[in-house]
């Protein structure tokens, strides 16, 4: 009895391994496909142009030259467009979780007055659109044209992000708690401030997360509404690093190539530069963030 349990045992043991195996090296596989466009960036960034142009630039950097981040440097459009993209990611998040963790408390209330016509409304939105022409009217009819109010106000309320701040109240804090507040003489704004707001930290670091990063990588609303260049956040000129490293025009043929060569370089740079601040971010906040994701998504 006791050779069969060992031999069952056994041969468990040695399936499991060939499991692990193999699961281990899907695990490794699709790890190499989402991080090696992110390590060619970095070691592109830092490889010499003709050697990235040229195919050579594999597995390791090839004649190791910053020249692209001494450029990029120099460049006073780039660091313009710094300040302007950490301005309006700051406000753009500070607005948006304002008015997100308000609506989510109000819709999880089931005292709120008119509460399916609210829901309904904003479940529209996120299937239907007016489309961008007549976005683009609202803004100019607003004035808000050519002004950082056209990139922050228009994305200050996600749907999405809504309805999974709604959820986690519904389902991370409870009811008790709130009538102990009110047998205590709280009122809803003291309860709402003292007792639901410190036990929602989670779902607020997930929500500035997505709102910060979403801003940050935005540019198509910066696109279509500024016009002055020293307005342009830090992706659009990225976008205009991109496009000059695809075209170049005038002078001669060598200095053409140079462009070319220097455009290149900078679009590594620059996405390494750009991505920065989101890398340095998600650290703080990565504990809350499984939480408030797996909490937000019970319903």
Not at 28 to 43: E, G, K, M, N
Not at 67 to 76: H, P
Not at 100 to 127: C, D, E, H, Q, Y
């Amino acid at each position: 009895m006791e050779k069969t349990l060992v031999r069952n045992k056994r041969r468990e043991s040695r399936g499991d391994r060939v499991f692990y195996a193999v699961n281990l090296t899907i695990l490794l596989l699709l790890a190499a496909i989402v991080l090696y466009p992110l390590y060619f960036i970095v070691i592109a960034s830092i490889s010499n142009a003709d050697a990235v142009l040229g195919g050579r630039v594999y597995l390791y950097p090839v004649d190791i030259t910053l020249v692209g981040y001494s450029k990029i440097i120099e460049r006073t459009d780039v660091w313009l467009g710094y300040l302007n993209t950490i301005i309006y990611t700051f406000l753009s998040t500070v607005i948006s979780l304002f008015v997100t963790i308000l609506a989510g408390w109000a819709l999880s209330r089931k005292s709120l007055p008119f509460r399916k016509f609210f829901m309904v409304f904003f479940i529209i939105t996120m299937f239907f659109g007016g489309g961008l022409i007549p976005f683009y009217n609202v803004v100019s009819s607003l004035g808000l044209l050519d002004s950082m109010w056209a990139i922050i106000l228009p994305s200050a309320l996600s749907a999405w992000n809504l309805f999974m701040t709604k959820t986690f109240f519904e389902v991370g804090i409870s009811e008790s708690m709130i009538e102990a507040a009110e047998i205590d003489g709280a009122g809803q704004v003291r309860t709402f401030l003292f007792v639901v707001l410190p036990l929602s930290k989670a779902i607020m670091a997930v929500m500035a997360l997505y709102y910060a990063v979403g801003q940050w990588n935005s540019y198509f609303n910066a696109m279509i509404f500024l016009q002055t260049e020293e307005k342009y956040p830090l992706q659009l000129v990225l976008r205009e690093i991109l496009i000059a490293s695809e075209t170049t025009t005038g002078g001669s043929g060598e200095t053409i190539l140079e462009q070319y060569r220097l455009a290149n370089q900078l679009k590594y740079v620059s996405v390494i530069v750009s991505s920065l601040p989101v890398i340095v971010l998600y650290p703080f906040v990565q504990k809350y963030f499984a939480q408030g994701v797996m909490i937000g998504s019970l319903k």
